[in-house]
């Protein structure tokens, strides 16, 4: 059942940092859910035990945790704009 959330979730947070970067139209569905995973790892693995709280990837589902895994997912479209196009939008 967590990794069903962990989906869903990570769409979710993957399709609104494609918004907010503008990168929505190159991306499917499966790169947000891939976007929003990855993100959401970085953002646990990094910022997470900064701030304290329990990172999204335990499970643990509150608006921090949604938050800073948002931010690990524009953080990470960034670079890969980055390293793409040579320049962030």
Same mark, same amino acid.
């Given at each position: 059942?967590?990794?069903?959330?962990?989906? %869903?979730?990570?769409?979710?947070?993957?399709?609104?940092?494609?918004?907010?970067? =503008?990168?929505?139209?190159?991306?499917?569905? &499966? @790169?947000?859910?891939? &976007?929003?995973?990855?993100?959401?790892?970085?953002?646990?693995? %990094?910022?997470?035990?900064?701030?304290?709280?329990?990172?999204?990837?335990?499970?643990?589902?509150?608006?921090?945790? &949604?938050?800073?895994?948002?931010?690990?997912?524009?953080?990470? @479209?960034? @670079? %890969?704009? @980055?390293? =793409? =196009?040579?320049? &962030?939008?």
């Amino acid at each position: 059942m967590g990794l069903i959330i962990l989906l %869903i979730v990570g769409g979710i947070v993957g399709w609104l940092a494609s918004l907010i970067m =503008r990168t929505d139209g190159q991306q499917g569905i &499966v @790169l947000n859910v891939v &976007v929003g995973i990855v993100g959401a790892l970085l953002a646990g693995f %990094i910022v997470t035990p900064l701030i304290g709280g329990a990172p999204i990837t335990s499970g643990a589902i509150s608006i921090q945790s &949604v938050l800073v895994s948002l931010l690990g997912a524009v953080i990470l @479209l960034a @670079l %890969i704009n @980055l390293f =793409r =196009r040579g320049a &962030v939008r």
